[in-house]
């Protein structure tokens, strides 16, 4: 039958057809990659779009021949419809509550489509909805972040003795070399030479309510904003109280040999994200900035310039769930396949030291991100990654760019897509011991 010929019934299918097969290799190029075949990630992001763009050739192929047989196949898109849409409103009520509705009218037009070529056949028609319904549920299913894999060290939370009425403070010590802001909970100082700014609490950016994408996420889902409600300053310490996803406490300390930034933050629920951080650290743009990390002592790394979505790549360090770090290069933006760079085991609290052209400049140790960070698959990555990193760039493509460290404990800000994981509920620490290893330079100017 010449395309010309079609009847209008048929030429509906066609567009259906078309337009499914379309989507299907959108979801083939858009997904996660890198997961293996004895993973169900593999079959969701890469069989179940196989199999619909690949069913959808054949049903065009078949149309021109055999009308009867392509029809079939719509039925099969038709389950796979009604299927995805219930199970994607039962298990992210909040994310897609009408998905049931939308995937019920699709599914509906699907099947009046194919309904006058197999209104006598019931049980064909049921096994191909069957079968269409089986992938439906199985690529939205997998879409749903795991149970959240995060391991809180559940210390005691630091009681401050508050005497701050309200409004904003800005802290610093004796020299200057140390201050803090208040209502960023951020850290800035300077170490060997180098300026750095911390932000040592947890936070989340974009949150999912229900363990779905956070790209789906009602807006009043980040609505949470980190709030100030209590102070202890002193000399040459601060202690400061936050309201944010739960409660949050921030002490800063300064010893005169080193900075000791005490961060504690207590999650009432398990939290699911696409993007946290656990501790970021911006470092005022100079030449030669690099990473040593403790596992691998001896062998810095470049901090190299990186872009996104694709283009210059990121690089990355991660844990394994032996307590191998391992230092790897994505390949393009933050996305995979991985080169891995460097690699050595962790044994005791995380060094990094921080280095300029000179040489080593100052010691950043991260006493409890190992013990708390989660080592499952990242949904995200692929290749093998977990869902914890630290990643590390510069902002620009100048020597004079400013540099990045973020460390999380779960995130998917590697690889593709929104998905989410979670941080299981407790009390999550990040003590930190920073170290200068050089003398230093004049004070910092008071802000």
Not at 12 to 19: I, N, P, W
Not at 33 to 61: D, E, K, Y
Request: net charge neutral.
């Amino acid at each position: 039958m010449a395309l010309a010929g079609l009847r209008p019934r048929s030429l509906l299918m066609l567009v259906a057809l078309v337009l499914h097969g379309l989507v299907a290799v959108m979801m083939l190029w858009g997904l996660p990659h890198g997961f293996s075949a004895g993973q169900l990630r593999f079959w969701s992001n890469l069989g179940v779009p196989a199999l619909i763009a690949a069913g959808c050739v054949a049903g065009v192929g078949l149309l021109l021949r055999r009308p009867r047989e392509a029809s079939a196949l719509v039925w099969g898109l038709a389950g796979c419809w009604a299927a995805g849409g219930v199970v994607a409103s039962l298990f992210f009520p909040r994310s897609l509550p009408l998905a049931w509705v939308g995937g019920g009218v699709v599914a509906g037009g699907l099947g009046a489509l194919a309904w006058p070529d197999w209104r006598r056949a019931w049980f064909p028609v049921g096994g191909l909805v069957l079968s269409g319904a089986v992938l439906g549920a199985v690529g939205v299913l997998e879409q749903r972040a795991p149970l959240a894999s995060t391991r809180p060290s559940n210390v005691e939370l630091p009681r401050v003795e508050s005497g701050w009425g309200a409004g904003a403070v800005h802290w610093q010590s004796p020299d200057g070399r140390v201050s803090v802001s208040s209502n960023e909970a951020a850290v800035s100082m300077e170490c060997g030479g180098l300026k750095l700014r911390l932000e040592p609490l947890l936070t989340f950016i974009s949150r999912s309510p229900d363990r779905s994408w956070s790209s789906l996420a009602p807006a009043q889902t980040n609505a949470v904003q980190r709030r100030l409600i209590g102070l202890k300053g002193a000399q040459r310490s601060i202690e400061l109280v936050y309201r944010d996803d739960g409660t949050s406490v921030l002490g800063v300390f300064d010893t005169g040999e080193s900075l000791d930034i005490d961060a504690f933050t207590l999650l009432k629920n398990s939290v699911f994200s696409h993007l946290n951080t656990y501790l970021r650290v911006e470092l005022e743009g100079q030449p030669g900035l690099k990473l040593e990390f403790s596992a691998v002592p001896g062998k810095a790394v470049e901090i190299l310039p990186s872009e996104y979505p694709t283009g210059l790549p990121e690089r990355a360090a991660y844990l394994t769930g032996d307590n191998t770090l391992r230092v790897v290069e994505a390949s393009t933006g933050e996305k995979g396949p991985f080169t891995s760079l460097l690699e050595g085991k962790v044994e005791g609290p995380l060094v990094v030291t921080l280095h300029d052209a000179k040489g080593p400049a100052c010691s950043l140790e991260v006493t409890d991100w190992v013990a708390q960070a989660s080592t499952e698959l990242s949904p995200t990555a692929g290749w093998g990654l977990p869902q914890n990193a630290i990643e590390f760039h510069r902002t620009g493509k100048e020597d004079s760019a400013p540099a990045q460290l973020i460390f999380t404990l779960a995130s998917t800000s590697l690889g593709r897509g929104w998905n989410t994981v979670g941080h299981a509920p407790g009390v999550y620490a990040n003590r930190l011991k920073l170290r200068s290893l050089r003398g230093e330079t004049e004070p910092i100017a008071p802000e």
